[in-house]
């Protein structure tokens, strides 16, 4: 094993971020070491507007990975990245096609319904449009109920489901689906109508790698009280 295996590992997280949440799935499936570097989105303005944190992620978001000088940013790429850098076990399938089926699940969500309702379009429709809350978290439901609409049938129509998005492994997949869950839940999305996701989310959940990275296991969530 290279030095650059045993270099040290940084995450810049957010308890309550979904793309941090999907990176911490996937190192803790790799059974990887790794500091989280909490940055907080909502005090003071955001501590992802300091200039100490663009220099490290110029868009202002997280997460951010650091493996030893090596800056890798967007949760996407750091996930293929941590994948392609430590193999075992693998986050995507052994075949080009199931390879493509669990990028595209993984897409769906991270490129269609997540951004919808990252934080900084929120702020923007509160600050700039006005827009009262309640409509903006029916914005909220509507593109997750969409979304997860899509997600649904690619996973209950294919053989390649097994007990998680592809097969008997957790993967790539797993590691959106399960922030997304959590994500519909905290703003009343009902999961009736997702049988399957709702079945994949509970296999997961029952192992280590997804319960510790629970946001709210995270050391930057808010203490229960």
């Known amino acids: 094993m290279t030095s650059q295996h045993h270099e040290k590992l940084r995450l810049y997280s957010y308890w309550r971020s979904s793309a941090s949440y999907r990176v911490r799935i996937a190192l803790n499936l790799k059974r990887l070491a790794y500091e989280i570097v909490p940055v907080h989105l909502l005090e003071g303005g955001g501590a992802q507007h300091a200039l100490e944190y663009r220099a490290i992620q110029p868009q202002a978001l997280v997460p951010?990975?650091?493996?030893?000088?090596?800056?890798?940013?967007?949760?996407?790429?750091?996930?293929?990245?941590i994948d392609e850098t430590w193999p075992d076990p693998p986050l995507l399938?052994?075949?080009?096609?199931?390879?493509?089926?669990?990028?595209?699940?993984?897409?769906?969500?991270?490129?269609?319904?997540?951004?919808?309702?990252n934080l900084r379009v929120l702020c923007y429709f509160e600050n700039e449009w006005n827009v009262p809350l309640p409509e903006r978290e029916e914005w909220i439901r509507h593109w997750i109920r969409e979304?997860?609409?899509?997600?649904?049938?690619?996973?209950?129509?294919?053989?390649?489901?097994?007990?998680?998005?592809?097969?008997?492994?957790?993967?790539?997949?797993?590691?959106?689906?399960?922030?997304?869950?959590?994500?519909?839940?905290?703003?009343?999305?009902?999961?009736?109508?997702?049988?399957?996701?709702?079945?994949?989310?509970?296999?997961?959940?029952?192992?280590?790698?997804?319960?510790?990275?629970?946001?709210e296991r995270q050391p930057d969530a808010p203490a229960a009280g």
């Open 64 to 81: 951010a990975f650091l493996h030893g000088h090596r800056i890798i940013r967007q949760s996407m790429a750091i996930i293929e990245y």
């Open 93 to 117: 399938p052994a075949t080009a096609r199931d390879r493509a089926r669990a990028r595209a699940i993984a897409q769906v969500i991270a490129c269609d319904i997540h951004p919808l309702a």
């Open 147 to 215: 979304g997860l609409a899509a997600v649904e049938n690619l996973l209950s129509e294919n053989l390649s489901t097994g007990t998680f998005c592809d097969g008997e492994q957790p993967g790539l997949a797993d590691c959106c689906l399960i922030p997304q869950v959590f994500n519909a839940r905290r703003f009343g999305v009902g999961l009736e109508a997702f049988a399957t996701i709702r079945r994949i989310h509970d296999a997961c959940m029952k192992l280590p790698a997804f319960d510790a990275a629970r946001p």
